[in-house]
């Protein structure tokens, strides 16, 4: 079946460093969108990619669409311990309507 | 405007019962969706509706059923439940529309039905 698969599922880093989540389809995606659960919540929404070969940043944050549509990236550049919490990555595959997530990378920060 | 509301927060049950979660999305939202969350198997989508209609599926048992109502609010019910069946229920509310351009809607999720199974 469809899957998104995302590495690494865990990663511990000192604040400051910099943070990549990797996320792969089987299966070409219209879209992709970037998630963010805290310990304890819920995930909240963070960027949405549709174009081949987009990248977008918000702040510290980076994100990648690859140029087949199968791939993207997160990246965080210096972190910091308000980044803390499980990333998700969420594709749409072949306009699908339906959003098959990845297992997620959670991130901790060690100040 | 009020985020999507999910009750009850928690349930205890035990094997064999049913199970009934409530999810009210944000207002003007047309679409929910039910995801199942552990922490072996990630976010599992369940499925969705829009339109009081079901839209999409995910690959669960029929033990797992849903349906909306013409405000929005959905349901979802768990028939015979197993201990497997221990998770976070997550809903998440959207517009609904279907871009041609390829775009989905944002997902805005509720707080989420911790439901443990003994």
């Known amino acids: 079946g469809q899957q998104v698969m995302q590495i690494p599922q865990y990663q511990h880093v000192q604040e400051g460093e910099d943070f990549t989540t990797y996320c792969n389809s089987s299966t070409t995606l219209s879209n992709i969108q970037w998630y963010k659960q805290r310990p304890g919540g819920h995930p909240v929404f963070l960027i949405q990619l549709v174009k081949s070969g987009e990248v977008k940043k918000q702040k510290r944050l980076t994100f990648q669409f690859g140029e087949a549509k199968k791939n993207s990236s997160l990246h965080i550049t210096a972190t910091q311990t308000t980044d803390v919490g499980t990333y998700f990555c969420?594709?749409?595959?072949?306009?699908?309507?339906?959003?098959?997530f990845g297992q997620g990378t959670t991130l901790q920060v060690k100040p | 405007k009020a985020g999507v509301t999910q009750t009850p927060r928690y349930l205890i049950k035990t094997r064999g019962q049913q199970v009934t979660l409530s999810c009210s999305p944000i207002?003007?939202?047309?679409?929910v969706s039910w995801y199942q969350q552990t922490p072996g198997q990630g976010l599992q989508f369940l499925f969705e509706?829009?339109?009081?209609?079901?839209?999409n599926k995910g690959n669960f048992p029929g033990r797992f059923s849903g349906r909306q109502f013409s405000n929005s609010r959905s349901e979802m019910n768990v028939s015979t439940l197993e201990l497997g069946d221990s998770a976070l229920y997550l809903c998440a509310s959207s517009l609904g529309a279907q871009r041609p351009s390829g775009a989905t809607d944002t997902q805005y999720f509720g707080p989420g039905t911790r439901l443990t199974v003994l």
């Open positions: 509706y829009f339109s009081e209609t079901q839209r």
């Open positions: 207002s003007g939202h047309r679409s």
């Open positions: 969420a594709g749409n595959p072949s306009n699908t309507g339906k959003l098959i």
